[in-house]
C-alpha cells in the first residue's frame, strides 16, 4: 500500500481547550463529543490518497444504488469499498470475486454509522485480470464488426487434398496432428509453416505462416497448439491475427490449448476444435466413415439403377401394348382410308372435266374453223404483195435482165474501178453462170456513159 501525503494531525489547532486542572494541577483539554472525534477523523482520513493491490471477495452491484460496493482482502486483512457510478462505468471494469485489481481512492468514515470505507477513483484488473480485461475488449470490438458472427464462418472441404499446418516445429502438437493425419487421411498433402507460439513475435509468425501455406495451395488451414497459462495463450488474442484468420480465403481450424481455454482466433475462425488431435480429425475423415460412406453411397447407387430400370422396362411393356405396335396397318390406317377417298373422288372428277373440256375444245374450233379465213384474206394479201416487190428486188432477177456481178477472190463485190488493178483476178456472175476473167484494162465514164480516160494493160 502507498500513501500520499500523508498529514500529522493537530488537535490542538481543531478542539478548543478548557481550564479543569488534572491531578498534578495541570490544565487538560475538554473530551470531544462523538461526533467531533468523527469528524476529524474523517477530515483526517479524506487528506490521505492511496494506491493499493488487492483480491475482490465480495460484490454488492444493484439496480437503484448510486454507487458499487465490493471488499477487497489479502492475507490479513479485508477493506469495505464504494465507488460511484459514474466512474465504475468509466472504469470499463466488470467486478466478480476472485478478480486481482488496482484500486486509487481515499479512506473516508461513514460518521451516522461509524464505518470506514475506501472511496474508489479509479479501478484497473492487475496481473492476468488486466489481460483478460484486454482481450475482452478485443473481442467486442470484433464482434461489433461481425467477425465472429456464425453466419459467415465456412464450412470446411469434405476430402482436403492438400493441408496447411501453422504451429512449433518443436512441440508435441505438431507430432498429434500429423499423425492422426497420417492415420485418417495419408492421400492428403501437408504443408507445414514453422512458427514461434509464445512471445511478443509470436503474431506476427502465425500471420506469415498462415499467408505461406495459403499460398503454396492449402484448401484448409491448421492454427494449433498446445495448453499453457493464459499468458502463454495471449499470442492467439492478438487483434492482427485474428484479422488474418478473418480474412484468409480458405477456411481455417484451430485447435489452442486445451477443451476449456477458448482464444480470439477461436472465435473469427471457421470452425473450433477443442485440441490440436480434434483439429487434425475435423478436416480428416477416417477410414472407417469412408468405408461406411462409399458402402452408403454404392448401395444408393445400386437402388437408383435398379429404379431406373424398372422404370425402362415398365415403359417397353407398356409400349409393346400399343395397337401400332402390335398390328403395323394401324399406324396408316387413317391416311390409306384418306387416300381411298381422295382416289374416289378424283375418278369421278376427271371424266366430268374432260367432256367439259371436250365440249369447250370443240365449240373453239368451229369458232376457228369459221373465223379463220377472214383472218388470213388479209394476210395472204399482203404475203402476196411482198413476194412481188421481192421478186423485183432479187439479184437473180436483175441478172436475167443482162446485168452482171462482179467478185474478187475473197467474194467481195466489187462496185468501182478504184477496187480494181491490172491483171487482176475477177469472178464474173451472169444469170446463168460465172466468168473467171482477168483485168486487161480499166475505162472510167461519166455519168453519160462516155469515156473520160482508158487505160491497157
Not at 460412406?293 to 447407387?301: E, I
Not at 435482165?401 to 487482176?424: A, F, L, M, N, P
Request: aromatic share 6%.
Amino acid at each position: 500500500m502507498v500513501s500520499r501525503g500523508f498529514p500529522t494531525a493537530d488537535v490542538s489547532s481543531t478542539v478548543p481547550q478548557n481550564d479543569i486542572p488534572d491531578s498534578s494541577g495541570n490544565h487538560a483539554p475538554a473530551a470531544l463529543s462523538v461526533s467531533a472525534a468523527m469528524a476529524l477523523a474523517k477530515r483526517s482520513l479524506e487528506s490521505v490518497t492511496v494506491r493499493m493491490l488487492g483480491e475482490v471477495s465480495e460484490v454488492s452491484i444493484k439496480a437503484g444504488y448510486k454507487a458499487a460496493y465490493f471488499t477487497v482482502k489479502d492475507s490479513s486483512a479485508s477493506l469495505p469499498c464504494m465507488m460511484w457510478n459514474n466512474r465504475y462505468r468509466a472504469s470499463g471494469v466488470q467486478l466478480t470475486v476472485g478478480q486481482m485489481v488496482e484500486l486509487e481512492g481515499r479512506f473516508t468514515l461513514y460518521a451516522a454509522k461509524g464505518r470506514m470505507n475506501f472511496e474508489v477513483f479509479s479501478i484497473t484488473l492487475a496481473g492476468e485480470g488486466n489481460l483478460r480485461l484486454k482481450v475482452a475488449n478485443i473481442a467486442k470490438k470484433l464482434q461489433a464488426e461481425g467477425l465472429t458472427d456464425p453466419a459467415r464462418k465456412r464450412p470446411l472441404p469434405l476430402y482436403p487434398e492438400k493441408i496447411g499446418l501453422v504451429t512449433s516445429p518443436r512441440s508435441a502438437a505438431v507430432h498429434d496432428v500429423l499423425r492422426t493425419l497420417r492415420r485418417r487421411f495419408p492421400i492428403a498433402t501437408i504443408y507445414l509453416a514453422g512458427v514461434p507460439v509464445e512471445g511478443v513475435q509470436a503474431p506476427a509468425g502465425i500471420i506469415e505462416g498462415l499467408h505461406c501455406v495459403v499460398n503454396a495451395g492449402s484448401q484448409v488451414v491448421l492454427i494449433v497448439r498446445g495448453g499453457g497459462s493464459f499468458e502463454d495463450m495471449m499470442p492467439f488474442n492478438d487483434e492482427n491475427l485474428a484479422r488474418a484468420i478473418a480474412a484468409c480465403p480458405v477456411p481455417v481450424v484451430t485447435g489452442i490449448g486445451h477443451e476449456v481455454d477458448t482464444a480470439i482466433a477461436d472465435m473469427v475462425s471457421d470452425y473450433r476444435a477443442s485440441t490440436p488431435t480434434a483439429a487434425a480429425e475435423a478436416v480428416s475423415p477416417s477410414r472407417e466413415s469412408l468405408d461406411v460412406q462409399f458402402q452408403s453411397q454404392a448401395d444408393a447407387l445400386a437402388t437408383g439403377m435398379r429404379r431406373v430400370i424398372a422404370a425402362q422396362k415398365a415403359f417397353i411393356e407398356r409400349a409393346s401394348d400399343r395397337p401400332a405396335f402390335r398390328d403395323p396397318a394401324f399406324l396408316f390406317s387413317s391416311e390409306a382410308q384418306a387416300l381411298d377417298a381422295s382416289m374416289e373422288r378424283l375418278n369421278r372428277a376427271v371424266p366430268a372435266v374432260l367432256e367439259k373440256n371436250a365440249t369447250s375444245v370443240a365449240t373453239a374450233r368451229q369458232r376457228l374453223v369459221s373465223v379463220g379465213p377472214h383472218i388470213t384474206e388479209r394476210s395472204q394479201a399482203e404475203l402476196a404483195r411482198s413476194a412481188a416487190r421481192l421478186e423485183d428486188l432479187s439479184p437473180i432477177k436483175t441478172l436475167a435482165r443482162g446485168y452482171s456481178v462482179t467478185r474478187d477472190d475473197s467474194g467481195k463485190i466489187i462496185s468501182s474501178i478504184e477496187q480494181t488493178k491490172i491483171g487482176q483476178r475477177v469472178i464474173v456472175s451472169l444469170a446463168d453462170g460465172r466468168l473467171d476473167c482477168k483485168v486487161g484494162g480499166i475505162d472510167e465514164i461519166d455519168l453519160f456513159g462516155r469515156n473520160k480516160e482508158i487505160s491497157h494493160g
